[in-house]
């Protein structure tokens, strides 16, 4: 079963940055796509951004667009979001996830394995 742990997460102002890392327990993931997911409290889960498994396609959810940046480490079993110029809209808890294939993807029910959420805090 695939572990995945994220950390990174605190509270910072508004126009801060915040880098967000995964770590996956075993070489699986190196062959699916991966992705971030938040959730703000009272809200649904919603995709931030996806990655495939090479690495060579990236989504973003258009709210996060030119401000956060996925990346991963196969070699490291890493997986990592960049986030800049914070907003308050941005106070979520993040989670990695794996999908069911190579393919990136910003739908929820592609993905099958998930971590436990670190908690990024925006305040105005």
């Known amino acids: 079963q695939v572990q995945l742990v994220e950390s990174g997460g605190d509270t910072v102002q508004a126009g801060g940055s915040l880098r967000l890392s995964c770590a996956n327990s075993r070489r699986t993931a190196s062959n699916n796509g991966m992705g971030w997911f938040r959730q703000a409290p009272g809200k649904e889960r919603v995709a931030v951004a996806s990655?495939?498994?090479?690495?060579?396609?990236?989504l973003y959810a258009d709210s996060v667009k030119g401000r956060f940046t996925i990346s991963r480490d196969n070699s490291k079993n890493m997986l990592y979001l960049e986030m800049n110029n914070l907003e308050p809209e941005d106070t979520a808890v993040y989670y990695c996830?794996?999908?069911?294939?190579?393919?990136?993807?910003?739908?929820?029910?592609?993905?099958?394995?998930w971590g436990q959420g670190t908690q990024v805090t925006v305040s105005s």
């Open positions: 996830a794996v999908t069911r294939s190579s393919t990136a993807s910003l739908t929820t029910r592609q993905y099958q394995y």
């Open positions: 990655i495939s498994w090479r690495g060579d396609t990236k």
